[in-house]
């Protein structure tokens, strides 16, 4: 698929095309929920498709579950998808976090991360992460600290930089060769 990149970082980088985003919108006209916690307000509903769309085109195989702890099932794990909106690419320094609340609740095997542009014409698969590695690995943020970015977390959240996560482009160049 000429649409997909990997990086020499090993982040799979997508160009998106407007059938893929027509598919995340009728997932979303199909399954529109707005969680209570949504900093977004649901308006953040689209990326998490979007996300759920971007890595089901880059792995077919995935299987894709309707559930509130994971999203797909995938190399014998439940794979729970997080989703970011971003004006600029990633870089390995850049931060990734997860609300402790869904840490606690969710019941997933590994965590996925992608970060979308604002305008949706390109994504970037950032790796993936066993959740018991996260919680490990990544700091505790309190409510209420603001952050480097001036961000003030709204809730307690786990943060650990992209750097840190398993690349999954050696699953994807496997499956191209």
Do not use: H
Request: glycine fraction near 6%.
């Amino acid at each position: 698929m000429s649409d997909i990149k990997v990086l020499s970082n090993g982040i799979i980088q997508v160009a998106n095309n407007q059938e893929l985003v027509d598919k995340a919108k009728k997932i979303i006209a199909n399954n529109f929920v707005v969680n209570p916690r949504s900093v977004l307000k649901g308006q953040g509903n689209l990326q998490g498709a979007m996300g759920e769309v971007i890595f089901n085109y880059v792995f077919p195989e995935a299987e894709k579950v309707e559930s509130y702890d994971y999203d797909f099932y995938w190399q014998n794990r439940k794979i729970e998808i997080k989703t970011k909106s971003a004006n600029t690419s990633p870089t390995d320094n850049m931060d990734i976090s997860i609300p402790v609340y869904s840490l606690e609740k969710q019941q997933c095997d590994s965590y996925v991360f992608i970060r979308i542009l604002n305008d949706f014409t390109t994504a970037w698969i950032l790796g993936g992460i066993t959740k018991q590695a996260y919680i490990e690995r990544s700091t505790l943020y309190k409510k209420g600290f603001t952050d480097y970015n001036g961000y003030t977390f709204l809730w307690d959240a786990r943060i650990l930089k992209i750097g840190n996560l398993r690349r999954l482009s050696d699953y994807y160049n496997s499956k191209s060769e």
